[in-house]
């Protein structure tokens, strides 16, 4: 089964920065694609970053680029987002997914974890 849960948010000030984590469970990192997604209120959900095991590289949407990182471990199979210098935009409920390759739309991605909130005040 797959399985995936996120970690990591909080209410947070401008400027300050978070690290968020998913960790995941019945499937192979190394043939699949791990990607980083968020949602505001009543918003669509955006892609922020990718990574694919596949390729063993990383994607950033051209606004994530940036302020944005994500990493993978292996050994603990779990990929983090690091977010930098947190602007009151960002707050959302971010989530990560799981597909067979890195994609920007949400289509392309199997499963996806609960959410986890991050909010920031100005």
């Known amino acids: 089964e797959v399985q995936l849960v996120e970690s990591g948010g909080a209410r947070v000030q401008a400027g300050e920065s978070l690290r968020l984590s998913c960790a995941g469970s019945g499937f192979a990192f190394e043939d699949h694609g791990i990607g980083w997604f968020r949602q505001a209120p009543g918003a669509d959900r955006e892609p922020v970053a990718c990574f694919s095991g596949r390729e063993d590289r990383t994607y950033y949407t051209d606004s994530a680029t940036g302020r944005f990182t994500i990493s993978s471990n292996d050994a603990e199979k779990t990929v983090y987002l690091q977010i930098h210098s947190l602007e009151p935009e960002d707050s959302a409920v971010y989530y990560c997914?799981?597909?067979?390759?890195?994609?920007?739309?949400?289509?392309?991605?199997?499963?996806w974890g609960q959410g986890t909130q991050v909010t920031v005040a100005s």
């Open positions: 997914a799981v597909g067979d390759f890195c994609s920007w739309g949400p289509v392309a991605y199997d499963y």
